[in-house]
């Protein structure tokens, strides 16, 4: 293809992107503006095309004007470009003989779900301190009528996994749920046992990861009475025989040893059993579904896990993606745990900063959802008055953060040699971000005190008027 033909399929394409697009040469002139970017920022192309972007926005709030300086990519960050306009951005370099001549911004804009999940959060606080008052003891929720309700996100990942999770659950067939931990598989099971024809069953849960080897049988099929020292006289039913009629979620499969392995194999194979110790077979009508956050392949290859049995409760699998491949869903599934960690503790509902959002956003949560709840539960706790300010940030994210808090931050604009104008806004942000509290405002900014207060010197800055400058 010709060249001219690759440039004039350039803006078609662009156009074509439902997201906002935006590339700049290396003085940082727009060189391409899309229909995106124009229902974002409501700027359109031919006002801003070959113009500098500084004329539009301010230095500080570029992305790609960072990314120019910095020669490195971002991926997905929450950034607040303008007031009152949330996005994730993503953005990069672009290289000539090993040379930046220019930058490319993609952004999505999530303005809308940040307002509205708070705003939701502000309405869900009315209604409970009204019902509070009403009544003091309100009578249960009745049940939702979808089971996968409580499974958070609009991330097209989490999506299919429920549309799978939802058409399988209307079978018996064993699921084999995976993921990272965390990342929420026992909510999976639990909805499919819910969608299930067996919901008025029960729903019994077994970890393997947290059962010794030498107990695991007794604990899956229940012993005879007299089975060994110490046993319960009368006998015990184990968990198959208490899921009757219901779902046995295996948590943790891919920690089984082998022998253990055998055993369920072999229930899986017939559907009956023997308490240890027993000579009775019992058969039981359970559904199998099992979950596990390792590599089952890689373990059958290294000879760790029977193929047999892999292949037995690989009938369908069901993949979790992490938090950190969804992030769009966090400002969601942080409103949900707000809201529910402020109603548990008699906490106001929760004004959350946008810094606090956006360093949340950045977070990579090794622990997935289950971090992230942890993290709005200590969010919180921390701030009875409900004001989420930047200086909670690394109690909020815990030892990582404050190591990346240590070190300042990732692209700091009061860095030695950052343009006058851009360490003066930083400076007024950091210091309304903090009610003008200058400890916390030089936390903010990863710098000590005393050079924030050198620095507002020389740049003509008090309180007062950093607070007039806002």
């Given at each position: 293809?010709?060249?001219?033909?690759?440039?004039?399929?350039?803006?078609?394409?662009?156009?074509?992107?439902?997201?906002?697009?935006?590339?700049?040469?290396?003085?940082?002139?727009?060189?391409?503006?899309?229909?995106?970017?124009?229902?974002?920022?409501?700027?359109?192309?031919?006002?801003?095309?070959?113009?500098?972007?500084?004329?539009?926005?301010?230095?500080?709030?570029?992305?790609?004007?960072?990314?120019?300086?910095?020669?490195?990519?971002?991926?997905?960050?929450?950034?607040?470009?303008?007031?009152?306009?949330?996005?994730?951005?993503?953005?990069?370099?672009?290289?000539?003989?090993?040379?930046?001549?220019?930058?490319?911004?993609?952004?999505?804009?999530?303005?809308?779900?940040?307002?509205?999940?708070?705003?939701?959060?502000?309405?869900?606080?009315?209604?409970?301190?009204?019902?509070?008052?009403?009544?003091?003891?309100?009578?249960?929720?009745?049940?939702?009528?979808?089971?996968?309700?409580?499974v958070r996100g609009r991330h097209p990942a989490i999506r299919r996994a429920i549309r799978l999770a939802s058409l399988v659950a209307a079978t018996d067939a064993t699921v084999l749920i995976r993921g990272e931990t965390g990342a929420g598989k026992e909510l999976f099971a639990r909805a499919i046992h819910q969608a299930s024809r067996r919901r008025d069953g029960p729903f019994v849960v077994l970890n393997c990861g947290a059962i010794p080897a030498t107990l695991f049988e007794s604990e899956l099929f229940g012993y005879a009475p007299g089975a060994f020292t110490g046993a319960n006289p009368k006998g015990q039913r184990g968990k198959?025989?208490?899921?009757?009629?219901?779902?046995?979620?295996?948590?943790?499969?891919?920690?089984?040893?082998?022998?253990?392995?055998?055993?369920?194999?072999?229930?899986?194979?017939?559907?009956?059993?023997?308490?240890?110790?027993?000579?009775?077979?019992?058969?039981?009508?359970?559904?199998?579904?099992?979950?596990?956050?390792?590599?089952?392949?890689?373990?059958?290859?290294?000879?760790?896990?029977?193929?047999?049995?892999?292949?037995?409760?690989?009938?369908?699998?069901?993949?979790?993606?992490?938090?950190?491949?969804?992030?769009?869903?966090?400002?969601?599934?942080?409103?949900?745990?707000?809201?529910?960690?402020?109603?548990?503790?008699?906490?106001?509902?929760?004004?959350?900063?946008?810094?606090?959002?956006?360093?949340?956003?950045?977070?990579?949560?090794?622990?997935?959802?289950?971090?992230?709840?942890?993290?709005?539960?200590?969010?919180?706790?921390?701030?009875?008055?409900?004001?989420?300010?930047?200086?909670?940030?690394?109690?909020?994210?815990?030892?990582?953060?404050?190591?990346?808090?240590?070190?300042?931050?990732?692209?700091?604009?009061?860095?030695?040699?950052?343009?006058?104008?851009?360490?003066?806004?930083?400076?007024?942000?950091?210091?309304?971000?903090?009610?003008?509290?200058?400890?916390?405002?030089?936390?903010?900014?990863?710098?000590?005190?005393?050079?924030?207060?050198?620095?507002?010197?020389?740049?003509?800055?008090?309180?007062?008027?950093?607070?007039?400058?806002?």
């Open positions: 293809m010709e060249n001219g033909v690759l440039q004039a399929s350039l803006g078609p394409l662009l156009d074509l992107v439902d997201l906002a697009v935006t590339i700049v040469d290396a003085e940082g002139r727009v060189a391409a503006w899309n229909e995106g970017a124009e229902r974002l920022y409501g700027i359109a192309a031919p006002d801003i095309l070959g113009r500098a972007i500084t004329g539009f926005f301010t230095p500080s709030s570029l992305m790609v004007r960072r990314v120019l300086e910095s020669g490195q990519r971002v991926e997905w960050t929450y950034h607040q470009p303008r007031p009152g306009i949330y996005v994730l951005v993503s953005a990069a370099p672009v290289m000539r003989d090993g040379q930046v001549v220019g930058a490319i911004a993609v952004e999505r804009d999530v303005t809308d779900l940040v307002e509205l999940s708070n705003e939701l959060l502000q309405a869900r606080g009315q209604v409970d301190a009204l019902q509070e008052r009403l009544s003091p003891s309100p009578a249960p929720a009745p049940p939702s009528a979808d089971p996968f309700q409580a198959l025989e208490l899921a009757h009629g219901g779902t046995l979620f295996l948590d943790e499969v891919g920690d089984l040893p082998l022998e253990s392995q055998v055993k369920l194999l072999r229930f899986l194979e017939d559907r009956k059993f023997y308490r240890v110790g027993g000579s009775t077979p019992i058969t039981v009508d359970v559904r199998v579904v099992v979950a596990t956050n390792r590599d089952l392949e890689e373990l059958v290859r290294q000879g760790r896990y029977r193929d047999d049995l892999y292949w037995r409760l690989n009938v369908f699998t069901l993949d979790i993606p992490p938090l950190r491949e969804r992030r769009e869903d966090i400002a969601e599934l942080m409103q949900r745990f707000l809201h529910e960690f402020s109603v548990r503790y008699g906490r106001p509902p929760a004004e959350v900063h946008p810094a606090v959002i956006q360093a949340m956003m950045e977070h990579t949560w090794p622990g997935n959802v289950r971090e992230l709840r942890s993290a709005v539960e200590r969010m919180v706790i921390l701030s009875p008055d409900g004001a989420v300010g930047p200086g909670l940030i690394p109690a909020i994210l815990g030892p990582a953060r404050r190591r990346a808090a240590a070190a300042g931050p990732a692209a700091p604009p009061c860095a030695p040699g950052a343009a006058p104008q851009d360490e003066r806004e930083a400076i007024v942000a950091a210091l309304a971000a903090t009610r003008y509290n200058r400890s916390a405002a030089a936390r903010l900014l990863g710098i000590s005190r005393g050079t924030l207060y050198n620095r507002m010197r020389r740049l003509g800055l008090d309180a007062q008027t950093a607070q007039g400058s806002r």
